[in-house]
């Protein structure tokens, strides 16, 4: 019950929680035994998000049109379209391309292209992989959770601060890959390269990055801030932009100014 109501709480706070189910999901299949045990675990947080989604409806919240977030429930096509290279390249983030969901944001076509080649870099580790997933049920686990996770995601542009929640099964599929390269004896060299790349991004690279990563909200602020003071301040005039570089210049401008 203490969960149930955690995973409200967390709906009620951000929708980004719904990535929780990808999690629960992913639980039931792998490593619950027995239809009626996974229907019994999962029924409770899908009445949670239900009713979440009725009330957020009844309330009147929501998006539309606005080209940066896609409701599945409401705008499906869109969401189809962009579901397999966003999911796609969020994961392939998450698990080894740090610090590169940003800046793809701000170049015109360059998500889906970058997505569909993080789809085929994901299948080439999948077969890589294949081994340690046939015969360790805690890393199908991690790896179905990661995906699953990652797919409510894809409802807005990909961004690195949307990996929090994925990226807790994505390391554990991360430490089961490195315990069995260590424990196995004599592993591929290709799966043993993986480890030591891993090793060095996730334990090295990354908490030397941080700093910087950090810091990009900081330089963001000032981005929106200086675009909002560029424009006139008289409001009888109607001021039109033309090509605005991104959809922050007309996302935030609007409400800094007012």
Not at 72 to 78: D, F, G, H, I, M
Not at 158 to 178: E, I, N, Y
Not at 190 to 202: D, K, T
Not at 212 to 238: G, K, M
């Amino acid at each position: 019950i203490a969960a149930w109501l955690c995973f409200a709480l967390a709906l009620a706070s951000s929708e980004v929680a719904l990535a929780v189910l990808g999690c629960l999901f992913a639980h039931a299949v792998v490593l619950d035994t027995g239809a009626r045990r996974r229907v019994a675990t999962m029924a409770p947080y899908l009445v949670v998000a239900l009713t979440w989604l009725v009330v957020r409806g009844l309330l009147g919240f929501g998006t539309a049109g606005t080209g940066l977030y896609v409701q599945p429930w409401s705008e499906p096509l869109q969401f189809a379209a962009v579901l397999l290279p966003r999911t796609a390249l969020l994961v392939t983030s998450v698990l080894g391309l740090p610090l590169l969901l940003d800046p793809l944001a701000y170049l015109p076509g360059a998500t889906q292209t970058a997505g569909v080649l993080a789809a085929f870099a994901l299948a080439g580790l999948a077969l890589l992989l294949r081994p340690i997933l046939r015969a360790d049920a805690s890393a199908r686990f991690f790896e179905l959770a990661t995906v699953l996770s990652a797919l409510p995601l894809a409802a807005t542009v990909p961004q690195d601060r949307h990996t929090l929640l994925f990226g807790l099964p994505a390391f554990g599929l991360v430490s089961r890959v490195l315990v069995a390269v260590a424990e196995t004896g004599p592993s591929p060299r290709s799966l043993r390269a993986l480890g030591w790349i891993w090793l060095i991004l996730h334990g090295v690279i990354a908490p030397l990055l941080m700093p910087v990563r950090s810091w990009t909200p900081v330089v963001l602020r000032q981005f929106t801030e200086a675009s909002a003071e560029a424009l006139p301040d008289d409001p009888s005039r109607t001021v039109v932009l033309l090509a605005a570089p991104s959809d922050l210049h007309v996302m935030y401008t609007p409400t800094l100014r007012a």
